[in-house]
């Protein structure tokens, strides 16, 4: 299919690099969201396999399925007009090897209308990485804290840097575009940065990547009980869950009183 007029490309998202301006980049799974972001200037659309946590309540994003991504990225794809949709590939696929990487990533770009996939794991990840951007499907890396690993590594903050650069420079030379740093030290990742040509997109790893991410949820605390319950990496910018539960108890209140609904809300004879 054409690019749609005035839509970021890949290539674009590395030449910021270069340029020196940073990439902001928000998860979405649905079209609203996704729509809301892209007026919002974001460059990029993150299609997280967190929507089995922040969407279907799990507790890790292990149980994301390939149908439930395809169903999320579809919608989130139509509503990128000028951001880079980009989709999660959920476990095991890519842990699988090669081939059924490339037919999962290929299922996903066939089947939505995504420019491009992510796929977790640093240096063992590489082969599989090379074989997908080679079947023309660019790829997003995502080295540092690996979610898809948890129940092997548990959630900890990455403080090797000799490891996380072998593991950020076997990617870049798979042919990856760009790639998520999530939770490393922060001193490391901005060492990392500078010496790989592809940008870093951190998500709790500091103020030296080339760009950020942040989980949508976690950006208006729309899945949180309290705001304290947010992840350290993460800003709240605006506290939905406090207007929504206030705005649904004004509805609930105005029910039982018979204030809702109104003669205007109401069709009478005109
Ligand atoms: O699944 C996700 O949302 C992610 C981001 C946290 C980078 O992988």
Redesign the pocket.
């Known amino acids: 299919m054409a690019s749609k007029s005035g839509a970021l490309s890949v290539l674009k998202i590395r030449k910021m690099k270069e340029l020196g301006e940073k990439i902001a980049v928000v998860?979405a799974y649905d079209y609203p969201t996704a729509a809301m972001a892209d007026a919002a200037g974001v460059d990029a659309i993150?299609v997280?396999?967190?929507?089995a946590t922040v969407v279907q309540g799990r507790t890790t994003?292990l149980g994301a399925k390939l149908e439930e991504t395809i169903y999320h990225a579809e919608m989130v794809a139509r509503g990128a007009k000028r951001a880079v949709p980009i989709v999660?590939i959920p476990f095991p696929y890519c842990q699988l090897g090669p081939l059924e990487a490339v037919r999962a990533c290929a299922r996903v770009l066939k089947e939505t209308d995504a420019t491009a996939v992510?796929i977790?794991g640093g240096a063992k990840r590489a082969e599989t990485v090379r074989a997908v951007v080679e079947a023309g499907i660019p790829v997003l890396g995502?080295c540092g804290l690996a979610?898809q690993s948890v129940k092997a590594t548990g959630y900890r903050v990455q403080r090797d840097v000799d490891v996380l650069l072998a593991n950020c420079l076997a990617i870049e030379e798979a042919g990856a575009f760009a790639v998520?740093l999530?939770c490393v030290q922060r001193e490391y990742a901005e060492e990392v940065s500078k010496k790989l040509s592809i940008p870093t997109?951190g998500?709790g790893s500091g103020a030296g990547c080339d760009g950020q991410?942040l989980?949508f949820h976690d950006l208006f605390n729309y899945a949180n009980q309290e705001p304290s319950e947010t992840p350290k990496h993460a800003r709240v910018y605006r506290d939905l869950h406090k207007e929504i539960v206030e705005g649904l108890g004004e509805y609930v209140a105005d029910v039982k009183s018979g204030a809702f609904p109104g003669d205007a809300e109401s069709f009478g004879a005109k």
Do not use: N, R
């Open positions: 998860t993150l997280g396999d967190s929507f994003t999660d992510k977790e995502h979610p998520v999530e997109i998500i991410v989980v």
